[in-house]
């Protein structure tokens, strides 16, 4: 069985950057940002590398510039907004 490569245009761009730079950015040390996210009052990381929270530039990016969340930016549900 011969194996093809599939080529596309499609364009892969996403660009990570850590808590810690996250942190600088939005002037507070990581655990003020990470007590945010614990609250609900920031995004959850795009992912988590042992220690290390990655945040998509964009996402950021947007939020320094507009002062908004994009509609892409996931965040922690408090318990008492769940059960409502």
């Known amino acids: 069985m011969e194996v093809q490569a599939v080529r596309t245009k499609a364009k892969v761009d996403k660009q990570l950057i850590n808590h810690r730079t996250v942190a600088k950015a939005c002037d507070v040390d990581t655990g003020t940002l990470r007590d945010w996210v614990a609250r609900g009052e920031f995004p959850e990381p795009h992912c988590v590398i042992q220690s290390t929270w990655l945040y998509d530039k964009a ?6 510039e507009t002062g908004r969340w994009p509609s892409t930016a996931k965040f922690k549900v408090r318990r008492w907004e769940a059960r409502a």
């Open 59 to 64: 996402l950021i990016d947007h939020f320094l």
